[in-house]
């Protein structure tokens, strides 16, 4: 047995269950410290950018989205998967910011990277702040887009409907508590361009290879 905190959980095999649109699934046999195997499901994501739109008057764009695991519409940040290939994910923010806000913006920076949820999926999530904005037309390119309400919070609020469980969207509980702490001076920003370490690639790469 190894000491705490040194053993490498290496992949013994590994099998591909189901491949989705958006999601994968597959079932790993990995080497526990004792030498026995225990099987880890995971579900491979593309990873998705969420933008959080503050203007002048420190209001954030929020979006009210049907979200059908949970059966009921969710206020969220702006977001979007980052589903073409090569896609810088600042790219993909602009795009998303687009099309589901009507906004673009002069000014990025990062916020948060969010793991969803590690336990079983590498979905992780790369939060931005966007500023100086400007309106530009919306492409409403689908049926769930189309009933997308776009609507306007001060920054303030929006963090006491967070605290309040009244958002519960991880990405978006993060990068409203993010922008609180950057706006009021608590802490700083990263560029927009970051280091991502975590950012899934596994699912896109297995998209890629057909």
Do not use: C
Not at 30 to 36: K, S
Not at 96 to 110: Q, S
């Amino acid at each position: 047995m190894s000491e705490p905190g040194t053993h490498e959980f290496s992949v013994a095999a590994s099998t591909v269950v189901h491949v989705g649109r958006v999601v994968g699934l597959r079932i790993d046999d990995v080497v526990m410290p004792g030498g026995e195997t225990a099987k880890r499901e995971v579900v491979e994501h593309l990873g998705a950018v969420v933008i959080l739109a503050l203007d002048a008057a420190e209001q954030v764009t929020l979006v009210h989205q049907y979200r059908h695991p949970l059966g009921h519409r969710l206020w969220e940040l702006p977001a979007g998967l980052i589903d073409k290939p090569g896609e810088d994910p600042v790219d993909a923010a602009r795009r998303e910011l687009a099309e589901e806000a009507g906004l673009a913006a002069g000014d990025w920076v990062t916020l948060v990277d969010v793991a969803a949820s590690p336990g079983f999926t590498d979905e992780v999530v790369r939060v931005f702040l966007a500023r100086d904005l400007s309106e530009v037309d919306r492409e409403i390119l689908g049926e769930e887009e189309a009933d997308l309400v776009v609507a306007k919070f001060p920054l303030t609020e929006a963090v006491r409907m967070a605290l309040a469980g009244e958002l519960v969207n991880g990405a978006t509980v993060s990068g409203v508590l993010a922008a609180h702490a950057v706006v009021t001076g608590a802490a700083e920003a990263r560029p927009a361009d970051a280091p991502w370490p975590d950012r899934p690639q596994r699912f896109a790469r297995r998209l890629a290879e057909g």
